[in-house]
T-cell receptor
Framework: AQTVTQSQPEMSVQEAETVTLSCTYD???????LFWYKQPPSRQMILVIR??????QNATENRFSVNFQKAAKSFSLKISDSQLGDAAMYFC???????????FGTGTRLKVLA | DVKVTQSSRYLVKRTGEKVFLECVQD?????MFWYRQDPGLGLRLIYF???????EKGDIPEGYSVSREKKERFSLILESASTNQTSMYLC????????????????FGQGTRLTVV
């Protein structure tokens, strides 16, 4: 069975600085998707970024980028120029190609310090 | 934009009550999900549905059932609520299909905080 591990329950970053959130996963599949979701205090979970496993190029969305290491089964999220609005719970998620189920990690709470 | 709406943000129920959590999505998504979110445990899948009247158990289905009579609506039912079911419940939906740009992500509702006393 696939698993997703987020080893950092909580992280802090100064405003305008860069922070990296870690995620590792375990799978025997070769085709899959990886996601980072953000859950602000208002609770609505929103997609931050998505990576298809067949793509070697790391995904980027404005200040958010990933470091996808397929062989190492690692999928970290880098937030550049951190803003107060980035404070939230961040969840890493996995979905196998051709399946419906999303598997989530336990989350990392990010605090942004002014 | 996709909208997933959960009927309540907060609910307080008594032990032994039958509880209904409702979820509606407006984008004609085939797949719908119910997750439970607890601190330190992340999101755990309770049930999911890939079509009307179709359902499959997730990782923690005990004490729950679901109903999907219409494509846009997916209900989670706590047959006899217990205090260990106090939690945050998240509904999500997605479309099937693969490939870049085909909406492979799940879209979430705002969550229902259920307290069983």
């Amino acid at each position: 069975a696939q698993t997703v591990t987020q080893s950092q329950p909580e992280m802090s970053v100064q405003e305008a600085e860069t922070v990296t959130l870690s995620c590792t996963y375990d799978t025997s599949e070769s085709d899959y998707y990886l996601f980072w979701y953000k859950q602000p205090p208002s609770r609505q979970m929103i997609l931050v970024i998505r990576q298809e496993a067949y793509k070697q190029q790391n995904a980027t969305e404005n200040r958010f980028s990933v470091n996808f290491q397929k062989a190492a089964k690692s999928f970290s999220l880098k937030i550049s120029d951190s803003q107060l609005g980035d404070a939230a719970m961040y969840f890493c998620a996995y979905r196998s190609w051709g399946t419906y189920k999303y598997i989530f990690g336990t989350g990392t709470r990010l605090k942004v310090l002014a | 934009d996709v909208k997933v709406t959960q009927s309540s943000r907060y609910l307080v129920k008594r032990t032994g009550e039958k509880v209904f959590l409702e979820c509606v999505q407006d984008m004609d998504h085939e797949n719908m999900f119910w997750y439970r979110q607890d601190p330190g445990l992340g999101l755990r899948l309770i049930y999911f549905s890939y079509d009307v009247k179709m359902k499959e158990k997730g990782d923690i289905p005990e004490g729950y059932s679901v109903s999907r009579e219409k494509k846009e609506r997916f209900s989670l039912i706590l047959e006899s609520a217990s205090t260990n079911q106090t939690s945050m419940y998240l509904c999500a939906s997605s479309i099937p299909g693969e490939g870049a740009g085909r909406g492979t992500e799940a879209f979430f509702g705002q969550g229902t905080r259920l307290t069983v006393v």
